[in-house]
C-alpha cells in the first residue's frame, strides 16, 4: 500500500509543480532521518532562510514502537520494486532485483495485519482518516 501510495504521491506533486511551473526539492526519508540538520540546511537555503540549531531526533526510524526492526524484508523489497520500480529509478534510487522469500511469509503476514488493524481504528476514530483513505481508494481507480 504505501508502495502505491508513494508511486501517486510523487506523480502528484510532480504534476502540481510542474502545472505551477515551480521548482521541486525532494527530501529522502532515509537522508531525513539519517541527517536531519543537513535537510534542514538544504530547505532552509531553498527557502532563503537559516536554520535555527541542530535537529534533535528523538526517536529511531522504525513504526514498530517495541522491536529494533528498521529494514524492509527482501519480500517488502520486492513488492515495492514491482509495485514502483520505474518511479524509484527516476527518483534515484537502485532497484535491487530483490525476489520474494518463503521464510519473510510470516512477517509479511503480521505487517499486514498490523496495518490493517491501525488503518481499521483510524477509520473508526479519525474523521480526516475516513477521507484520506477514500481520496486514496478513489485515485487508485483512476490510476488502474
Known amino acids: 500500500v504505501y508502495a502505491r501510495y508513494w508511486r501517486m504521491a510523487n506523480a502528484d506533486a510532480l504534476a502540481r509543480a510542474a502545472a505551477l511551473d515551480l521548482p521541486v526539492l525532494r527530501v529522502r526519508f532515509e537522508d531525513l532521518v539519517s541527517d536531519p540538520t543537513a535537510q534542514g540546511r538544504r530547505l532552509a537555503a531553498v527557502l532563503e532562510t537559516s536554520l535555527g540549531g541542530e535537529i534533535r531526533q528523538d526517536r529511531g526510524n522504525t513504526s514498530f514502537r517495541e522491536g529494533p ?6 519480500t517488502e523489497r520486492s513488492i515495492c520494486e514491482r509495485v514502483a520500480g520505474d518511479v524509484m529509478k527516476q527518483e534515484g534510487y537502485a532497484p535491487e532485483g530483490a525476489r520474494p522469500r518463503l521464510a519473510d511469509l510470516g ?4 505487517t499486514t495485519i498490523r496495518f490493517a488493524g491501525h488503518q481499521a481504528v483510524r477509520l473508526v476514530r479519525e474523521p480526516a482518516a475516513r477521507g484520506s483513505v477514500r481520496s486514496f481508494l478513489s485515485q487508485l481507480r ?3
Open 69 to 74: 526492526r528498521r529494514t524492509l524484508t527482501e
Open 107 to 110: 512477517d509479511l503476514m503480521r
Open 142 to 144: 483512476r490510476s488502474s
